[in-house]
């Protein structure tokens, strides 16, 4: 019988996988969608998305999570520099 992984061992290995695989940091293009902030924490929960241009089905879907420090400064320096709302719909370049 094969000794199972412990979570924290799988996530170690995938993490070990990712950073030999991607050293780099890349820009990616995607439309922001759901976003939301928890109210208590400050946090902001939002989801990056990819939709076909010629049906406009989705193709790709990631969460991610703006930690309420960050998202504090990050929102107003937005949408004071963009003129628009942080808000669904947005196309964004972020550095990940």
Not at 30 to 40: C, L, M
Not at 65 to 70: H, K, L, P, R
Request: one cysteine or more; aromatic letters at 12%.
């Amino acid at each position: 019988m094969v000794t199972p992984l412990s979570l924290f061992e799988l996530n170690s290995l995938v993490r070990k996988s990712l950073t030999e695989s991607f050293s780099d940091t890349y820009w990616v293009q995607a439309e922001i969608s759901d976003v939301h902030t928890n109210v208590v924490s400050g946090h902001c929960y939002l989801e990056f998305i990819e939709k076909n241009p010629r049906n406009n089905t989705l193709i790709a879907k990631a969460r991610g999570t703006i930690w309420a420090n960050v998202f504090q400064l990050l929102k107003p320096y937005f949408e004071e520099s963009t003129g628009q709302p942080f808000v669904s719909g947005i196309k964004v370049l972020v550095k990940v």
